[in-house]
């Protein structure tokens, strides 16, 4: 499959006006937003147990969130994890093309969980204080 987007670069600065509280508040904020919106994390996760192809990835990601994604939202996400290198196309004797998540795809699967978990750790303490 050939991508029409550029790839994705990721910018940091570092400005010494900021606390580090407030920093690192925006860092992991933003990352959430990011990996909440983004279908990416989804079909990660859904590749995390197994090569599929784009139907059975939609299946499956509705199976575990109830979130079904449609087939132009799937495959512009699969162009963008190609072009990170995160998955893979992988060689198959049937018309639908199955894919394979990276070694690069699980590490940044990893991070994000991580920061997910984070999230929900402080969220359900806050609940719990409340």
Not at 23 to 38: A, E, F, P
Not at 105 to 111: T, V
């Amino acid at each position: 499959m050939q991508c029409c987007r550029p790839p994705y670069t990721v910018i940091r600065r570092n400005n010494p006006k900021l606390d580090e509280q407030t920093t690192t508040q925006y860092v992991i904020t933003r990352g959430v937003v990011d990996t909440v919106q983004d279908p990416t994390i989804l079909i990660l996760a859904s590749l995390a147990n197994g090569d599929k192809h784009g139907y059975a990835m939609m299946e499956d990601i509705q199976a575990f969130t109830g979130i079904r994604l449609g087939p132009g939202t799937l495959y512009g996400a699969i162009c963008r994890l190609e072009e990170r290198g995160w998955i893979r196309p992988v060689k198959s004797a049937s018309r639908r093309q199955p894919y394979r998540i990276t070694t690069e795809g699980s590490l940044h699967l990893k991070e994000q969980l991580t920061l997910l978990g984070q999230v929900v750790r402080t969220a359900n303490r806050r609940m719990r204080e409340a």
